[in-house]
């Protein structure tokens, strides 16, 4: 069986063949993600692309008041909380700062702004030129389809995580099911490393199998309208003793399925580590959106289907 971990040569982008050119090589990539919940794949984006993306991003901090806010992202299920901020972000490009980043006895930052935000979203893939250009590719939508198992695959959100040095926050264990929920399931996740990914700077961790447990839990949007819950409240508590570090380059791709449980733990190193992600759902009416998801669009920017 061919190996799903196909590395590109050369500065370019990874170039896939097309089902009909190497149907061996798209079924050992399905095989894999779903024996395991996720796929790797190698140079997938060039260092000239990942570069480009990062100086992207520092010209968009760079042009944003960000002393125009206070939202504080943080991934502790008893921490969390869903601000205005937070829950208008689903058509707009949002800053949220990084909880390490800010003194809880006085509230004051410990470092500068620009380098105390936590991540960007949750649309800068219809709204940024460049993040859109890289995300609504022929490519990504052939694998959403003939890996993800979507027919008409929609793009729900965007992320870019700056996991800082130093002060980059653990994201506790979760399945991206709970917070994209859709009845059936069908989000699939896309995440893209755009800096060397390393235990030491806070890389991904996945529990290979843990997909087949489904998803147990949704967090939504309270009947009130006063902010988030779980429901079922109830902590899940995963066992985490097979998880393994998705140590990779700058330009690898890492598929996740909507019930993988995977995590990532706090970067005490001098190094960040950048990554964009977005994640795509059934658009097809197979699968309903509910509308006390948390994110949620207007109706005049709907999810935009995968090329």
Same mark, same amino acid.
């Not at 972000?89 to 390490?100: A, L, R, T």
């Not at 380098?115 to 890289?134: E, M, R, W």
């Given at each position: 069986? /061919?190996?799903? %971990?196909?590395? #590109?040569?050369?500065? $370019? ?17 399905? @095989?894999?993600?779903? $024996? ?11 260092? #000239?692309?990942?570069? *480009? ?22 991934? !502790? ?32 930052? =410990?470092? /500068? ?9 949750? *649309? ?11 995300? &609504? ?28 040095? %130093? ?8 399945? !991206? ?6 009845? /059936? ?26 997909? @087949? ?7 939504? @949007? =309270? ?39 995977? &995590?990532?733990?706090?970067? #005490?190193? #001098?190094?960040? @580590? ?14 309903? &959106? ?11 920017? /709907? ?5």
């Amino acid at each position: 069986m /061919p190996s799903p %971990r196909w590395c #590109a040569e050369g500065s $370019e982008d990874l170039r896939l063949p097309g089902i009909e050119e190497d149907r061996d090589l798209w079924e050992a990539y399905r @095989r894999r993600f779903e $024996e395991d919940g996720y796929l790797v794949l190698e140079g997938y984006w060039s260092k #000239a692309t990942c570069t *480009a993306l990062r100086e992207r991003m520092d010209h968009l901090v760079a042009g944003f008041d960000l002393a125009a806010h206070d939202s504080v992202f943080s991934t !502790d299920e008893q921490n969390r909380t869903s601000d205005t901020y937070f829950l208008e972000s689903g058509d707009k490009i949002h800053y949220f700062w990084e909880e390490g980043a800010i003194d809880k006895a006085t509230g004051a930052f =410990r470092q /500068p702004r620009a380098t105390s935000i936590n991540k960007v979203g949750h *649309a800068l893939h219809d709204l940024d030129p460049l993040f859109q250009k890289v995300t &609504y590719t022929p490519q990504i939508g052939q694998l959403a389809r003939a890996v993800g198992g979507l027919h008409v695959p929609l793009v729900a959100q965007s992320m870019y995580i700056f996991k800082q040095p %130093r002060i980059g926050g653990k994201v506790g264990a979760h399945q !991206d099911g709970t917070f994209l929920y859709t009845e /059936p399931q069908s989000v699939v996740g896309f995440w893209w490393a755009l800096e060397d990914c390393t235990q030491k700077n806070g890389c991904l961790w996945a529990v290979p199998g843990s997909h @087949r447990q489904g998803v147990s839990r949704r967090f939504r @949007r =309270r009947n009130d309208n006063k902010g988030t819950e779980f429901y079922p409240p109830e902590a899940v508590e995963w066992d985490l003793s097979g998880g393994i570090p998705l140590e990779v380059k700058a330009g690898a791709l890492v598929l996740l399925h909507h019930a993988l449980v995977h &995590y990532s733990l706090e970067n #005490a190193s #001098a190094a960040s @580590r950048h990554a964009y992600s977005i994640h795509v759902v059934e658009g097809d009416g197979s699968s309903l &959106y509910p509308q006390d998801n948390w994110l949620q669009r207007g109706s005049t920017m /709907p999810f935009q289907p995968l090329p």
